[in-house]
């Protein structure tokens, strides 16, 4: 007898695993369920996904639906795993409040850096893991050195397929081969999620949705940033025409985000619709949008409806800020870099309609991952080094600081000679005095 578990802490993950179960991409067992983490900083006064409007039509593709939350209480999902002496202990438990009996246990898990999956594997081990990613992350490495205790377990990765023709780096240090789910599976779901959530009160036809991002959690960034990436990409699509705009604000959006931008929208003439939430902290999904409202033109920052709205909806879409967003990101290796390179390399800009294109979009994002995390990912070396020695584009330079090229020894860094000398402190010292200078002479 197996059970699959199935872990999701999102609506739209809950939809993606709904989306890989239709098309076929797991086994039939006696038993499958779906566990829902509530990650919100309240999670008492927050509704969990299965509360959510639209989880009515994925609920049928599990026997059963669990609360992480209540199974680990007092305990808060963010942060919290078993200390390895007390797993055989939880094991027993879960296994008793969960009815699983001797089953086999097969574990889905959404990401293989959150607090949840290390929890979950921690308690099951040995068992099978599978891992899905409903966005972009799954294009570049992980963000730090991940547990071979997990990652040997890991049989495949799960991913929606949003950039044709760019392979996923994730888990490809453990052998670890990508699948694809169908678009048409995901499609289909959307629709039906669509069609069981209220509908959206859009005043009028083909209008320019905002998708709002949530920079204030990035390092580096703040709530000045995100409010300015809004008005950013209000006033680039007024520029390009659209009198017409909806906001579909992030669910940790501040309240008085939208007051500021209905102001802005009505000096620059034009009409602003924001989406009212489905509950406290949950916005529409975006991609249930892109039938409903068929939007004109589709803008955000890095989000991955704007690829979904590209690919599987054929919309125009643009983007704001990328690139100001990476200038700022910590650290280098951080798991968003590679999610934001792909929005500023392969999407038109909103302020000047320009698409960068790189070269080759999957050798880019290799010698990119290599760059990141070059001891996890040491065999993608010769990769990086034939793709950087091959001249890379204006646009692409600042992708790769000369600083770290040299530090890894790679074409684009600096000479030998001069590499030595950029590790002496005494000049290192003194150059970054030099910038400071410089900057406070340009303010």
């Known amino acids: 007898m197996t059970t699959q578990i199935f872990c999701a802490s999102t609506l739209h993950g809950a939809a993606t695993l709904a989306a890989a179960l239709d098309a076929g991409c797991f086994r039939p067992v006696r038993r499958r369920i779906l566990l829902v983490s509530n990650t919100a900083a309240e999670p008492e006064v927050s509704p969990s996904l299965d509360e959510l409007p639209g989880f009515d039509a994925l609920r049928d593709r599990f026997d059963e639906v669990r609360s992480w939350n209540a199974a680990i209480a007092p305990f808060h999902p963010s942060g919290w795993s078993p200390r390895p002496g007390d797993a055989p202990m939880w094991e027993r438990h879960l296994r008793r409040l969960w009815d699983l009996s001797d089953d086999d246990v097969e574990l889905t ?45 890991v049989r495949r990765l799960l991913h929606l397929g949003l950039v044709p023709g760019v392979k996923p780096l994730l888990l490809t240090e453990f052998g670890v081969a990508a699948e694809v789910i169908p678009d048409g599976a995901y499609r289909a779901v959307l629709r039906k999620v669509g069609a069981a959530s209220p509908a959206p009160r859009v005043p009028y036809r083909a209008p320019a949705l905002l998708l709002g991002e949530h920079l204030a959690g990035l390092p580096g960034t703040g709530p000045e940033a995100e409010a300015e990436l809004c008005l950013r990409m209000l006033r680039g699509a007024v520029e390009r025409g659209h009198r017409s705009l909806v906001l579909v604000p992030h669910p940790m959006a501040p309240a008085e985000a939208p007051g500021q931008l209905r102001a802005e929208a009505e000096r620059l003439g034009a009409e602003l619709t924001v989406l009212e939430p489905w509950a406290p902290g949950a916005a529409p999904l975006a991609e249930t949008l892109f039938e409903q409202v068929r939007p004109a033109l589709v803008v955000g920052c890095f989000s991955a409806a704007l690829f979904a709205a590209r690919q599987l909806y054929g919309l125009d879409v643009a983007s704001a800020g990328p690139r100001e967003v990476l200038e700022r990101l910590t650290p280098f290796e951080h798991a ?85 000398l950029s590790r002496n402190p005494v000049l290192r010292r003194a150059a970054g005095r030099a910038r400071r200078l410089g900057r406070t002479v340009r303010r």
Do not use: C, N, W
Request: glycine letters at 14%.
């Open 336 to 420: 968003d870099r590679v999610p934001l390179v792909l929005a500023h390399t392969l999407l038109a800009d909103l302020e000047t309609g320009l698409t960068r294109a790189p070269r080759d979009p999957d050798r880019l994002v290799t010698a990119l991952g290599f760059v990141m995390q070059p001891r996890v990912q040491a065999g993608l070396r010769p990769a990086a080094t034939g793709y950087l020695a091959d001249g890379i584009t204006p646009a692409e330079q600042g992708l790769f600081p000369r600083r770290r090229l040299t530090t890894l020894g790679l074409p684009g860094g600096l000479p030998g000679r001069l590499a030595a």
């Open 109 to 153: 898990v959404e990401s293989v850096g959150a607090s949840q999956t290390t929890a979950v594997t921690g308690i099951f081990l040995g068992t099978p893991v599978h891992v899905y990613e409903d966005g972009l992350a799954g294009y570049g490495p992980a963000g730090s050195k991940l547990d071979p205790l997990l990652g040997t377990r």
